[in-house]
Structure formats: C-alpha cells, structure tokens
C-alpha cells in the first residue's frame, strides 16, 4: 500500500439508496474509506430534520456522504459498489423520493464516471431509476442516525443487487 493523502486530498461521494443506516455501514467498511455521514440532500427545506424528512414533503433523500483517499480507492469503485448494494431499478421519486437512488456528484470527474457506469448497466439490459445531480447542501442527521447500526450492535446483511466485473 503506497503513502495515504493528506486531508486536504481527500474527496467527497454522495450517494442515496434507501435507508441510509445500513448504507453507511457498507461504505464505511469499504477499503480507503476515511469518514462517512448520513443526512439529507437534493431537496428544498433548509435544515431539514428527519422527521420532516419523513413526511415526504422536503424533496430530500437520506444520503450518505462518504470521505476517501483516492491513494487508496476510487470514486468508480464506490460508484460501483453504490449500484451494487441496492436496487436502481425501483423509482421511489414520486413517493416523496426520500429512498431514491441517487448519486450526487462533486466534480465533473464523478459526473462524468457515474453516465458512463450508467451507460454500461443499461447495455447490459438494466433498467435504471437512479437520478444524477450536482452535489448541494448536505444536510446532516440528526446524532442519533450516525453510525446507527454500529453504535446499536447491529450488523445488517449485504444483500447484492448486481455484480459489476472490475
């Protein structure tokens, strides 16, 4: 394993794919991993909380957002994993899109990896509800939501929509 990044060269991921407490469990294991959050982005409430966030009525979705030493993982590599630990298919927009899939990129080099990860899942015959949108406020949850599954002993199941062949 080569040298890690300084702090100031760690970048930022944000993704939504349901509820975001097991989600953060996943990303934080993954390898290169510095920090991850849960909160609330893409919508039009400031401050949102989670039960306002529950009403369906913000426009947010739970998110996670994910901090990593691109010396140790990529943005593809999260991206990846990301399709691959929940169901793109499944449009949860017009419920209130709390549980939408979404990736919200940071940079045009984000942008641009996660329409052409999505390009290559619809070639090979996937439907796809996932939404891409610049990165915006990411508003984050209440205290007792992060590291929800590991401050209350919890270890939820991988449960693997996909595969991708890196």
Known sequence: MGATAGVDQYQKATFACGCFWSKEYFFSKQPGVIATRVGYTGGHTSFPTYHQVCT?????AEAVE?????AQTSFETLARFFFEIHDPAIDRRSKGGQ?????FHHTGEQEQTARQLMQELRERGYTLATEL?????????E??????????????????TMRFSL
């Open 56 to 60: 369906k009525t913000t426009g947010h």
């Open 66 to 70: 994910v901090t990593f030493d691109p």
């Open 99 to 103: 549980y939408r899939s979404a990736i």
């Open 133 to 141: 949108s610049a990165a915006t406020t990411f508003w984050e949850a």
């Open 143 to 160: 205290d007792r939501h992060q590291k929800y599954c590991v401050t209350r002993g919890r270890k939820p199941k991988l449960r693997r």
